[in-house]
């Protein structure tokens, strides 16, 4: 017998009911407000929220989500390695960044290139200047 299925039967328990406990969610206010994520680390991060979204679908039988989210991690983490950076690698993931946001991906690839629009200005404003 594992020793989740021991300690729930225990009345003092904290072992949350997983049948009742989304992962996710609870990985978001109960782990990490005791294993604040910069102490976790941004690559174990990753895989406790890959692996808990991962939960939350076989929990709810999406399976295609499921698979959608783990073939996504694999190919990421095989890229990764391949490429030896995680800078092409990230953008495989379907698991949301750390970054707390309501912009949208689409509004944020506007919003960096008219940022290094914005720089390229300033840039050649500057170097007209020094002339």
């Given at each position: 017998m594992n020793v989740a299925l021991q300690l729930r039967g225990r009345a003092d328990s904290?072992?949350?009911?997983?049948n009742l406990v989304r992962a996710y969610p609870w990985l978001q206010t109960t782990f990490y407000a005791r294993h604040p994520p910069?102490?976790?680390?941004?690559?174990?991060?990753?895989?406790?929220?890959?692996?808990?979204?991962?939960?939350?679908?076989?929990?709810?039988?999406?399976?295609?989500?499921l698979g959608d989210t783990l073939m996504q991690r694999f190919k990421a983490t095989i890229e990764s390695i391949t490429s030896e950076t995680w800078a092409m690698a990230q953008h495989q993931e379907l698991i949301p960044s750390e970054d707390v946001t309501l912009t949208n991906p689409t509004e944020r690839r506007l919003l960096a290139k008219a940022e290094q629009q914005s720089q390229a200005l300033k840039a050649a404003l500057e170097s007209g200047r020094r002339r």
């Open positions: 904290k072992v949350p009911d997983w910069q102490k976790v680390g941004k690559r174990n991060c990753k895989e406790l929220e890959t692996l808990a979204i991962a939960l939350d679908h076989l929990q709810e039988g999406e399976f295609a989500q």
